[in-house]
């Protein structure tokens, strides 16, 4: 048999191509330039017209371990050679492995785990299980979060991007949450959790089935909470009958510096969620984690849910490249350490730029707030919007080779866990040069 070799694409075909024939996320199809990425190794990547980026972002908060890691290639290929698909009702190796191997990361009791095709597909299946276990139909959820794209997890979803989407949202009660914006501040813990004990008396407590929030708020601004905040939840749910749920799908596999961002906290949720940097995201699966009393109600209840790539083999065997990986070369130890550099890079960023009105991050899932103003914190763009100030430095950093999450006044550091000092300085440098732009924007 013959094989023709096949001419590559061009950059400008690739990208051609991929906009007149597939939709993108999140935008106005008219205005995009998508990079046409032909490679990455570590924590950059290259285009196919050979321009080289840092990821500064992972991706999107997903590729933890640095990408082309062979130990995470090689495990999916070994299982395409042995067996590339089964049913959701068979059982094989890989499944079998890797929800043992969970049950050993997960905090607490934590120990039975449904597989599903990504964050959204997770947090979906959380809130039907925590309906399911109490038979209570509303679910608490925060302004400043973000669950997912799909039906009931953008309902869940606080921030704008829900507007667009909502509809038939019967069943989602948003709560504020302890931050209220650069310019207010915090609450104190003690005003956070009245203000949460008095949602739930406004609304019934027996109403309400769940609470579903990221310990850590991931794109609404990397919100790191005051310490006590996630175990007066755990308390409250307690007391009425909540089942907690806790959406790590960005947060979980050593993006903070622990396994889990709970685990700084000593919280044991009823329901986690997961995904991301479950398999690095170099193939798509998530996962709802949950304690023996949510999984006890299942052996009795039919779960009425279900999915053809549910703990599919590929998947699970990428979770478990991956989570070799992570331990192996102690990306977790890494994140915690490089974590601190962080910290300082941040600090310094802040003493040499005036835009730059907060930094927050708890190991390597960081933030800037850029504001136009130093006295009165007035952002530099406006909340669910941007300015002409935040597009040049987006377009700045993207011509100075990096690649990162940048959202109405804030610009995102979360780099992958495998980062070193060196490559850290090397992005921080081009952050550096592009907040010129902001700090001409801030007022004397």
């Given amino acids: 048999m013959v094989i023709e070799a096949v001419k590559a694409l061009s950059a400008q075909e690739i990208t051609e191509l991929c906009l007149r024939h597939t939709l993108y996320d999140w935008s106005a199809q008219s205005g995009l330039n998508p990079l046409p990425v032909s490679s990455a190794e570590g924590v950059h990547f290259q285009t196919a017209d050979g321009r080289r980026f840092i990821d500064f972002n992972s991706q999107l908060m997903c590729v933890n371990a640095g990408h082309g890691d062979r130990r995470i290639i090689e495990a999916i290929k070994r299982q395409a050679d042995q067996l590339p698909y089964i049913s959701p009702f068979m059982a094989h190796e890989p499944r079998a492995r890797l929800g043992a191997k969970l049950a050993e990361l997960l905090p607490g009791d934590i120990d039975k785990f449904f597989f599903t095709l990504g964050g959204a597909e997770s ?21 400043r979060s973000y669950h997912g794209s799909t039906g009931g997890a953008v ?57 579903i929030l990221e310990p850590i708020t991931g794109t609404n601004g990397i919100l790191v909470p005051p310490d006590g905040y996630l175990q007066g939840v755990r308390t409250i749910c307690d007391r009425y009958g909540i089942l907690m749920i806790c959406d790590e799908v960005m947060t979980g596999f050593g993006r903070t510096g622990r396994w889990f961002a709970v685990d700084h906290w000593g919280v044991v949720p009823d329901l986690i969620t997961m995904a991301k940097g479950l398999t690095s995201s170099y193939v798509p699966l998530g996962a709802v984690g949950m304690r023996p009393q949510v999984a006890a109600f299942f052996d009795d209840h039919v779960f009425y849910g279900g999915l053809t790539y549910n703990s599919h083999p590929l998947a699970c065997a990428a979770a478990l490249g991956a989570i070799q990986a992570y331990e192996e070369d102690d990306m977790v130890g890494n994140s915690r350490r490089m974590g601190e550099v962080l910290v300082r890079l941040h600090r310094r960023l802040r003493e040499r730029h005036p835009c730059v009105g907060a930094t927050r991050s708890l190991g390597l899932f960081g933030c800037l707030e850029l504001v136009r103003d130093r006295q009165t914190l007035e952002p530099l763009a406006p909340f669910n919007g941007t300015s002409p100030e935040m597009k040049a430095i987006a377009q700045a950093l993207l011509e100075g080779g990096m690649h990162t999450f940048v959202r109405w006044n804030t610009i995102m550091t979360n780099p992958p866990l495998c980062i070193t000092e060196a490559e850290l300085e090397e992005g921080f440098e081009i952050l550096d040069g592009a907040l010129e732009i902001g700090d001409r924007a801030v007022r004397d």
Avoid at 172 to 190: A, K, M, N, S
């Fill in 123 to 143: 947090n979906e299946n959380a809130i039907k299980m925590a309906r399911a276990v109490t038979g209570r139909p509303k679910i608490l959820a925060r302004y």
């Fill in 155 to 211: 309902q869940a979803t606080g921030d704008p991007r829900r507007w667009p989407n909502e509809g038939s949202g019967a069943g989602i009660v948003h709560v504020l949450d302890p931050y209220h914006g650069i310019q207010r501040g915090w609450d104190t813990v003690e005003e956070a959790l009245a203000n949460l004990e008095e949602a739930i008396q406004l609304e019934g407590p027996s109403t309400i089935a769940g609470f």
